[in-house]
């Protein structure tokens, strides 16, 4: 008789790390159809909390002026990261160059504390010595969460960066190609992966950030972070059950197309390139 083969240790603490990361997901998502008040007494199906979500103007106003803040503020931070990754990348040694790479990637290490006080310390000067900003509000937080997410993006654009074979730039600029259009023409399309994946992930970041947007929000912008924050002090709703249903369902269909999408050009790259 044979006998069962035994699970391996590494199997074993992957099944176990996948428990610990999606088990509560899972059990946020049962009972975000539960018919009780109560989060964590079950009483039976329901979508009312649904309904409630859809009635509550002021969840409806902060996810709005989330998306907004997140999609503005993943653009620009694509722009400067890629600027940034390609200066450090591309450019030889120069005066200056370790204090760029220091400040470009010092928000990854630097507590989010420190970088809403020292944005909030900034906006308040600068409100004092030009009169700009009047009021702290969606520009604010706009320009706070630029400043963190273009350092990520700079990162995952800059190992992109030092993967690309120089030769077919080189190629590209001996056969009479001005640098600009060799970086459009050549270089930009193999680096959108990695664009993509950067503005994804300024996107989310940004989407996610409570502690900066505490501090460089006004009264008149709450991010949908600090509205649920301040919901949650007061006792967990089965309204907040069914909006993070809804966030979970949205990012896990928005990252498989993007996984879809970046996989079917990497593919017809690969293509191009044995063609060639």
């Not at 040694?93 to 989010?112: D, N, Q, W």
């Not at 989310?204 to 509205?227: H, K, Q, Y």
């Not at 949205?250 to 498989?256: E, F, G």
Request: glycine share 6%; aromatic share 12%; with cysteine.
């Amino acid at each position: 008789m044979m006998s069962m083969r035994r699970p391996s240790f590494s199997m074993v603490m992957l099944v176990l790390g996948l428990l610990f990361l999606y088990l509560p997901m899972f059990v946020l998502v049962v009972y975000s159809f539960n018919a009780s008040k109560l989060v964590t007494v079950w009483a039976g199906f329901s979508t009312q909390w649904y309904g409630e979500l859809f009635r509550d103007q002021q969840i409806l106003s902060a996810v709005w002026t989330s998306l907004r803040i997140a999609f503005f503020a993943a653009s620009m931070a694509v722009c400067l990261g890629t600027v940034a990754a390609f200066v450090m990348t591309r450019y030889g040694h120069f005066r200056g160059k370790t204090a760029l790479s220091s400040m470009v990637t010092a928000p990854l290490v630097m507590p989010e504390v420190i970088t809403g006080l020292s944005l909030l310390l900034l906006f308040v000067q600068m409100a004092q010595i030009t009169g700009w900003p009047a009021d702290r509000g969606m520009a604010t937080i706009w320009i706070a969460h630029t400043t963190f997410c273009s350092a990520y993006v700079a990162v995952v654009v800059a190992a992109r960066l030092r993967e690309v074979d120089h030769s077919i730039e080189e190629a590209a600029m001996d056969l009479g190609s001005p640098p600009v259009k060799t970086f459009f023409s050549i270089t930009l399309p193999i680096i959108t992966p990695a664009l993509a994946a950067g503005w994804l992930l300024a996107f989310t970041l940004s989407l996610d950030d409570l502690v900066i947007a505490s501090f460089v929000s006004g009264p008149g912008a709450n991010t949908l972070p600090m509205v649920v924050f301040s919901s949650v002090r007061m006792g967990v709703s089965p309204k907040i059950n069914a909006l993070a249903t809804l966030i979970i369902l949205t990012v896990s269909l928005a990252t498989l197309l993007a996984w879809f999408f970046m996989r079917r050009n990497e593919t017809r790259r690969k293509a191009a390139l044995r063609d060639v």
